[in-house]
């Protein structure tokens, strides 16, 4: 499925990669933060994929994309929450393979304390983008590619 992205502010829809290429152009110190959530809603499961384009000390200009697929069931929450992350990998690749930029983190909303249940995501979600050569943001840590 071809993903529609808006910016944040004024709700214009933008061609992706030129946006991010000139947008880059003109803001040169530019970090790419990327990251994915979801809610379910009736029979379906909605996906919002944010990318905040980050200038250090200046705040971050936003770009987000929202669709929906048919509704992953509960007791299917490590796969809702490893789509999220595959969401995310896959517009790092993209920027990556077509601007060659890489994204400073991707942002994962997976908890790491194991009490909490989207921990039991965790490892694969870790495998999948430390795999991709990307740096892991989560609520309670920072992991570095290394």
């Not at 992706?16 to 000139?22: A, D, G, M, P, T």
């Not at 029979?43 to 944010?50: D, L």
């Not at 039991?120 to 590619?145: E, R, S, Y």
């Amino acid at each position: 499925m071809e993903k529609v992205f808006k910016t944040l502010v004024s709700n214009k829809t933008v061609e992706l990669v030129s946006y991010i290429k000139e947008y880059l152009r003109t803001h040169p110190n530019t970090q790419v933060l990327i990251g994915c959530d979801s809610q379910n809603r009736k029979r379906e499961t909605i996906y919002a994929i944010v990318i905040g384009l980050y200038v250090p000390g200046k705040g971050a200009h936003v770009l987000y994309s929202k669709f929906s697929e048919p509704r992953v069931r509960m007791e299917q929450n490590p796969v809702r929450l490893l789509n999220e992350v595959w969401f995310s990998v896959e517009i790092a690749e993209l920027l990556k393979n077509e601007i060659g930029i890489t994204a400073a983190w991707i942002d994962i909303d997976i908890n790491a304390d194991v009490k909490y249940k989207s921990n039991i995501a965790l490892a694969n979600a870790l495998g999948l983008v430390k795999g991709m050569g990307l740096d892991i943001k989560t609520q309670v840590m920072d992991i570095k590619h290394h």
